[in-house]
Nanobody
Framework: QVQLVESGGGLVQAGDSLRLSCAASGRTFSNYAMGWFRQAPGKEREFVAVISRTGASAVYADSVKGRFTISRDNADNTVYLQMNSLTPEDTAVYYC??????????????????WGQGTQVTVSA
């Protein structure tokens, strides 16, 4: 079972940038894609982005495409989410997630079995 610890959340103003980090341990990090999800108040958790195990491929939700960038450092077992041009609609708890199966690039929550504790991102208008 992989352990995931997010950091980097906070309170920012609309238009600002923020970078989230997720440190992973417990299994061979480079064998697995990694994903970010978020849950806004009163809403269900939703997909944000996923990156392939090598970092060569990534998939983004339409709502963040062009503003967010997911990346990873396999030497450091860390995945990042760079968030630019933040809006109040990006306010949510952001979760790092690891999938059940290696060597794939899933986007469905059902395919992810390991979750971090979440980090709060609040964007004021």
């Amino acid at each position: 079972q992989v352990q995931l610890v997010e950091s980097g959340g906070g309170l920012v103003q609309a238009g600002d940038s923020l970078r989230l980090s997720c440190a992973a341990s417990g299994r061979t990090f480079s064998n697995y894609a990694m994903g970010w999800f978020r849950q806004a108040p009163g809403k269900e958790r939703e997909f944000v982005a996923v990156i392939s195990r090598t970092g060569a491929s990534a998939v983004y939700a339409d709502s963040v495409k062009g503003r967010f960038t997911i990346s990873r450092d396999n030497a450091d077992n860390t995945v990042y989410l760079q968030m630019n041009s933040l809006t109040p609609e990006d306010t949510a708890v952001y979760y790092c997630a690891g999938p059940y199966i290696p060597f794939r690039l899933p986007t469905s929550q059902a395919d992810f079995g390991s979750w971090g504790q979440g980090t709060q991102v609040t964007v004021s208008a």
